[in-house]
């Protein structure tokens, strides 16, 4: 467990958060809130809509579609510089929220996605493939 | 009820050796002497961020520097919306009589105080830390996003967007403090090098030292007052990840309740001054507030619509893509020309009207927005 969330009573201990690509992990986990059914990305020990405590959290199963697209042929540092030209996209999965990932070469908007968790620039992050066009 | 009684914009471009607190000072002393104050009238100070000087307390330390002793001192941070969020501040500081005669200033030696690699990962930070940060996304990629799905939703093309660069860089062809002055076309814009598609490096604003000062009074004192009619906000989630939607950034709710608060509808409407980091913010924020039809705004663009010759004259100074991006400043720059416009002064870029001005600025990734309406005193 990371310190943020044993500090925090509200946070979700129904999934091991650890396996989440942003602690490090190979999955990605949402939320969402059991009281109005809110769906949300940005991990909170609370609903961002109504404000209910202890959301609950769950697995992505990567399904989506790309929203939008930018092939990025200026990097910030020379991590992201050796991988140039890359694809950032937004991708609104099945379960109802959007994610920010890499993307495949040659995606384009309304594509269906998949999503699994790449080793990109030595951290794991969100990679979407073409899964239909 | 507030006025914009003087400005004071510097030349935008590089200015080695001169400091956020060198430039500020250098668009204050442009401000007091275009409003025909000295220091000791100025009660409130009002001033935004710079990231080559992150202070805690930027207002305070200005103070001091410069020799003032407000009553009132606040540094504000609205990203791009910053510098129209402050005169929203003097405004409503003079309407409450907290503040007589607010000094609003903006200043960062942005080009030449740090690397360009250091300048792109500070401004990145806009993004979210922890899910859009560390995918080695950068401002132009969150851009190039909104871009792409603006192009397909709305049958643009990206040489549409590029005539919105043509016109910031015509007009800043007119304005010899702009830090770009050489004419380009639209096939120089999609040549240029891509940047974050379909970005590319002439879709792009860059960075530039400059300062920019204004001074909103209560009364109409000095030559050259403005009437501030009314001013408003609205923000959107923080991160383009979570924005509601990628196509409707809430800035003609912001505008229209800017001019409903004016008395004033669109049609009343006569020179604007719209933020434009990029071709694809200008574009979107054009048609949001219904200056352009959608899909329309490069055409009009081409047609010269937005030329002072036109109906509806737009950041005659050149822009954020011509005149230069130099952070707080840059946008308020777009105010300082509008003062110069509407109190005839603009020389060779004079529009032939402009009695009644609608000014908009955004922050983040069209996240923080800010409307003001001004008006001939």
């Known amino acids: 467990m990371n310190d943020a969330a044993t500090q925090d009573p509200a946070m979700d201990w129904t999934r091991d958060w650890t396996r989440d690509w942003t602690q490090g992990g190979d999955q990605l986990l949402y939320q969402h809130c059991l009281a109005c059914r809110h769906v949300w990305y940005f991990k909170r020990g609370f609903c961002p809509a109504c404000g209910q405590a202890e959301p609950a959290a769950a697995v992505c199963i990567g399904a989506g579609s790309v929203q939008a697209c930018t092939q990025v042929e200026r990097a910030p540092n020379d991590e992201f510089r050796a991988l140039l030209p890359y694809v950032i996209v937004l991708v609104d999965l099945d379960e109802g929220f959007r994610a920010m990932g890499h993307g495949a070469p040659g995606l384009v908007i309304g594509d269906r996605v998949r999503c699994e968790i790449r080793t990109i620039a030595g951290k794991p992050l969100p990679y979407f493939e073409l899964a239909a066009r | ?377």
Do not use: W
């Open chain 2, 1 to 377: 009820m507030s006025y914009l009684v003087g400005s004071g914009l510097t030349r935008f471009g590089r200015h080695p050796g001169r400091g956020t607190l060198d430039l500020m000072s250098d668009a204050a002393d442009l401000a007091l002497a275009d409003a025909g104050l000295a220091r000791g009238d100025i009660d409130g100070l009002l001033c935004g961020y710079a990231t080559t000087q992150p202070h805690l307390m930027l207002a305070t330390v200005f103070a001091e520097h410069y020799g003032l002793h407000p009553s009132y001192a606040h540094a504000m941070q609205l990203g791009g919306a910053t510098g129209f969020g402050l005169v929203m501040l003097a405004h409503a500081l003079v309407g409450s009589g907290l503040a007589r005669r607010v000094l609003v200033v903006g200043g960062e030696n942005r080009l030449t105080g740090q690397s360009r690699d250091s300048s792109v990962q500070v401004l990145a930070q806009v993004g979210h830390p922890v899910y859009e940060v560390p995918l080695g996304a950068t401002i132009p990629a969150y851009y190039g996003l909104l871009a792409s799905r603006y192009l397909h939703d709305f049958g643009s093309t990206e040489a549409d967007l590029a005539e919105l660069a043509v016109l910031m860089r015509k007009h800043a062809v007119q304005h010899e403090g702009a830090q770009f002055r050489s004419p380009i076309s639209v096939a120089d814009v999609l040549a240029s090098r891509s940047i974050a598609s379909p970005l590319k490096l002439l879709d792009c604003c860059a960075i530039a030292d400059g300062g920019c000062a204004v001074i909103v009074s209560a009364e109409p004192v000095g030559a050259h007052a403005l009437r501030v009619a009314a001013a408003t906000q609205h923000h959107n989630a923080q991160h383009v990840s979570a924005l509601a939607s990628l196509t409707d950034c809430g800035a003609g709710t912001c505008t229209a309740r800017a001019l409903a608060a004016a008395g004033r509808s669109l049609a009343d409407v006569e020179a604007a001054a719209i933020y434009d980091s990029f071709t694809i913010t200008l574009t979107m924020l054009l048609e949001e507030i219904g200056l352009a039809p959608r899909g329309r705004a490069g055409v009009l663009a081409r047609e010269g619509h937005f030329s002072a010759s036109g109906a509806m004259p737009l950041n005659l100074h050149g822009g954020l893509m011509s005149y230069g991006h130099c952070g707080v400043a840059g946008a308020m720059a777009h105010l300082a020309e509008m003062h110069l416009q509407m109190t005839g002064r603009a020389g060779a870029r004079q529009a032939s009207r402009a009695g009644v001005a609608l000014l908009h600025g955004d922050g983040g990734v069209m996240s923080s927005h800010v409307s003001l309406v001004l008006e001939s005193a």
